[in-house]
């Protein structure tokens, strides 16, 4: 099993719809998750920290369940705007390393007018 | 000062050359890293700083020859690589290495002719 696994889409969309992204890990032991957004040929920015309470930010809201090994980003209203690769990281001690964010392969968010 | 700064930003280099990658950052985070991306593939770790002391080295080969100055500046030395090198290098940095976070500068497009 992969360390970090998601669905690499691409999910096409059109404007307002809601839409989720999940991303399974595979080492019981992280601790700390992530939902970064990369733009083509640009370097990825940090969208949402993922807590075990769930959070949320305007349209985005990120999830974790522990008990089943994954986290989930849910977008609502979807924009334009949100087309991009969104990338799940986590942090955890993976090869004996700590401090050793891993991420998975992208899923591509394609939202159409 | 909230940005992660690397130069060049795009650089070609011959398989004989020696060039040297730069990162900088003025946040007052203690961890610094190296990533490297290839197209359509996720940020894979190279080297990981913590507290200017080298702390991961991700079997990377000795080709690549990371260097931290000081807390604020991390560098890739970069000599005799291969075509299969050519990628997109990623510094980021982040206050700590475990539940926090990366930001991440632009990237140094590198092509190895």
């Known amino acids: 099993r992969k360390e970090v696994e998601q669905d690499p889409g691409p999910f096409n969309v059109p404007e307002g719809a809601t839409v989720a992204f999940n991303c399974t890990y595979s080492n019981s032991a992280s601790q700390s998750f992530f939902w970064y957004r990369q733009d083509c040929r640009k370097e990825p920015k940090l969208l949402m920290s993922v807590y075990s309470s769930g959070n949320e930010d305007g349209r985005f809201?990120?999830?974790?369940n522990r008990a089943s090994q994954y986290i989930s980003l849910l977008i609502r209203d979807s924009k334009l705007s949100d087309s991009a690769t969104y990338l799940c990281a986590v942090n955890g001690n993976y090869g004996g390393s700590q401090g050793n964010l891993i991420f998975g392969k992208g899923t591509k968010l394609s939202v159409k007018p | 000062d909230t940005e992660v700064t690397q130069t060049p930003k795009h650089l070609v280099m011959g398989m004989t050359?020696?060039?040297?990658l730069?990162?900088?950052?003025?946040m007052g985070h203690r961890a610094m890293y190296w990533y490297k991306q290839k197209a359509k593939k996720?940020?894979?770790?190279?080297?990981?700083?913590?507290?200017?002391?080298l702390s991961i080295n991700e079997s990377?080969?000795?080709?690549?020859?990371?260097?931290?100055?000081?807390?604020?500046?991390?560098?890739?030395h970069l000599h005799a690589l291969q075509p299969e090198d050519s990628a997109l290098y990623l510094c980021a940095s982040s206050q700590g290495t475990e539940f926090y976070g990366y930001t991440f500068g632009s990237g140094t497009r590198l092509t190895v002719v």
């Open chain 1, 61 to 64: 809201t990120a999830q974790l």
């Open chain 2, 17 to 20: 050359n020696k060039k040297s």
């Open chain 2, 60 to 76: 990377v080969p000795s080709r690549f020859s990371p260097e931290c100055p000081n807390s604020s500046l991390l560098n890739l």
């Open chain 2, 42 to 53: 996720p940020p894979e770790l190279m080297f990981v700083y913590s507290y200017e002391k």
């Open chain 2, 22 to 26: 730069k990162c900088e950052q003025h």
